[in-house]
């Protein structure tokens, strides 16, 4: 079965500085990985996936993360945050084969201090 | 293209009474989704469609039935509602294959009292 676990419930970082939110797995089979924000009151919307091509994947809005088989993780990061990446980012995993649904981590909330 | 749209976007419940939340995507997906959000819990899935006709059960199935008797239609049902599923209701699509995302509706916030 696979599992994901995001740690820290909430993550403040001053504006400019690094933003790492961090997110372990585990999966009994290559996993694919999903990074998704959630800016309030609104649906999900997709940062970046890893699908077992390049284990540093790009996404949008500066965000990036990085695949890390050795250490089971899937960290996201940006150099530098703006207040408008206060949200909530909740990381997901799913096999490589087959469709099994998405499973989520339970988020971690994003505070950006001007 | 409007995407997934989820009506309502509000909905207040006595405990007891029934209602049903539609879901529609123009996208031409296959596979869908209903989740629920709670504070701390992440998203939950409560069950999920591989194309019409078909339905399966999430993590967390019991109160709620679904449909899905058009593709483009995914119906999630409370039978007799609950204080406990008060929540915020998220619906989801995607074309079918793994490494495809997920396009996900507005949400629809249920209260039951």
């Known amino acids: 079965a696979q599992s994901v676990t995001q740690l820290g419930s909430h993550v403040s970082v001053s504006e400019g500085a690094l933003v790492l939110l961090r997110c372990n797995y585990s999966?009994?089979?290559?996993?694919?990985l999903f990074w998704y924000v959630q800016y309030p009151n609104q649906g999900l919307q997709l940062l970046l996936k890893y699908t077992s091509a390049a284990t540093l994947v790009k996404g949008i809005n500066g965000f990036e993360a990085e695949f890390k088989k050795s250490e089971t993780s899937f960290h996201l990061t940006k150099p530098s945050a703006h207040m408008s990446d206060a949200a909530e980012y909740f990381c997901a995993v799913t096999r490589g084969s087959g469709n099994t649904p998405l499973v989520f981590g339970k988020g971690t909330r994003l505070s950006v201090i001007a | 293209n409007a995407g997934v749209t989820q009506t309502p976007k509000f909905r207040v419940l006595k405990t007891g009474q029934s209602m049903t939340l539609l879901c529609a995507q123009d996208?031409?997906?296959?596979?869908m989704y209903w989740y629920r959000q709670d504070p701390g819990m992440g998203l939950r899935l409560i069950h999920y469609s591989v194309g019409e006709g078909t339905t399966a059960k999430g993590e967390v199935p019991d109160g709620y039935n679904v449909s899905r008797l058009k593709k483009q239609n995914f119906l999630l049902g409370l039978e007799s509602a609950a204080p406990s599923q008060t929540s915020v209701y998220f619906c989801?699509?995607?074309?079918?294959?793994?490494?495809?995302?997920?396009?996900f509706g507005p949400g629809t916030r249920l209260t039951v009292t």
């Open positions: 996208m031409n997906h296959e596979y």
């Open positions: 999966s009994s089979v290559p996993p694919y």
């Open positions: 989801a699509s995607k074309q079918g294959g793994t490494a495809y995302e997920q396009y």
